[in-house]
């Protein structure tokens, strides 16, 4: 979906006083006071590139983006062939074959439903090379396709510069009313969360808030890991990689 367009008032949240995972802990299990956990992948299953919906765990827990182009028109979406796992790390592998940049849209199923989720927190340790053409914007998107119902993108930015987040307006299309500042460079391991409530939608960075938004969506939603062309075809010989260490889900209880 669209990113921050210039000229947008930047907002930043006040760092926040709950103590949440920090970056480098192994994938959190269990509920938490309020949530309720209904999805964790800690990539234990090694998988070669191509045959990531063929292996009988992820192909019963994550769905995806296939033959599809991406935002901005120049790539095509082929999670399975972009995404392998080893070592423990989902591996989204960026390239260009035969002319076309390849990228992936990962989707976390719960008890095998694509989207469905109406509130909950998103949890995922990452990190990615600063790959020229290429951008970042994991978001939560309407399951209706609506934009008007709205759309919250953490994180989102070009791989080769920094990661902010955003909230739209629900009710506005495409306007946004939160937009952070680069809170940070992708290469280098992260934790991001999303709080998504009736109240509002926070972000978190490390444990750290780094954005609150009150424009809170209503309808059922679901998460993308959505990797993908930065607005242009990228050069040719532009490639690297976006890994994927866990992520977890909850519902509010």
């Given at each position: 979906?669209?990113?921050?367009?210039?000229?947008?008032?930047?907002?930043?949240?006040?760092?926040?006083?709950?103590?949440?995972?920090?970056?480098?802990?192994?994938?959190?299990?269990?509920?938490?006071?309020?949530?309720?956990?209904?999805?964790?992948?800690?990539?234990?299953?090694?998988?070669?590139?191509?045959?990531?919906?063929?292996?009988?765990?992820?192909?019963?827990?994550?769905?995806?983006?296939?033959?599809?182009?991406?935002?901005?028109?120049e790539g095509t979406y082929r999670t399975n062939d972009v995404i392998s796992v080893q070592d423990g790390v989902m591996d989204m592998w960026l390239r260009t074959e035969d002319g076309v940049p390849l990228v992936a849209a990962p989707i976390p199923t719960v008890?095998?439903?694509?989207?469905?989720?109406?509130?909950?927190?998103?949890?995922?340790?990452?990190?990615?090379?600063?790959?020229?053409?290429?951008?970042?914007?994991?978001?939560?998107?309407?399951?209706?396709?609506?934009?008007?119902?709205?759309?919250?993108?953490?994180?989102?930015?070009?791989?080769?510069?920094?990661?902010?987040?955003?909230?739209?307006?629900?009710?506005?299309?495409?306007?946004?009313?939160?937009?952070?500042?680069?809170?940070?460079?992708?290469?280098?391991?992260?934790?991001?969360?999303?709080?998504?409530?009736?109240?509002?939608?926070?972000?978190?960075?490390?444990?750290?808030?780094?954005?609150?938004?009150?424009?809170?969506?209503?309808?059922?939603?679901?998460?993308?890991?959505?990797?993908?062309?930065?607005?242009?075809?990228?050069?040719?010989?532009?490639?690297?990689?976006?890994?994927?260490?866990?992520?977890?889900?909850?519902?509010?209880?």
């Amino acid at each position: 979906m669209p990113a921050a367009a210039a000229g947008l008032a930047v907002v930043v949240g006040a760092v926040g006083t709950v103590a949440l995972l920090p970056s480098g802990d192994e994938m959190p299990t269990g509920d938490l006071p309020g949530w309720r956990q209904v999805f964790t992948e800690d990539f234990d299953r090694d998988v070669p590139l191509g045959g990531f919906f063929a292996d009988s765990h992820y192909g019963q827990h994550w769905d995806g983006y296939e033959d599809l182009p991406d935002t901005s028109g120049e790539g095509t979406y082929r999670t399975n062939d972009v995404i392998s796992v080893q070592d423990g790390v989902m591996d989204m592998w960026l390239r260009t074959e035969d002319g076309v940049p390849l990228v992936a849209a990962p989707i976390p199923t719960v008890d095998g439903q694509w989207g469905g989720h109406a509130y909950g927190r998103f949890e995922v340790r990452f990190r990615a090379d600063p790959v020229e053409g290429y951008k970042m914007a994991w978001l939560l998107w309407p399951d209706s396709d609506e934009w008007a119902e709205g759309e919250i993108d953490w994180p989102e930015g070009r791989l080769d510069r920094g990661m902010y987040a955003a909230n739209l307006q629900v009710g506005q299309p495409g306007v946004f009313d939160l937009v952070t500042d680069q809170v940070a460079t992708f290469d280098e391991w992260h934790v991001a969360t999303t709080e998504w409530t009736p109240e509002g939608v926070t972000f978190y960075l490390d444990g750290e808030q780094i954005g609150f938004s009150d424009s809170s969506p209503s309808t059922p939603m679901h998460w993308v890991l959505q990797t993908e062309t930065a607005y242009g075809k990228p050069p040719a010989d532009s490639q690297g990689h976006v890994e994927v260490d866990w992520v977890t889900i909850y519902e509010m209880e």
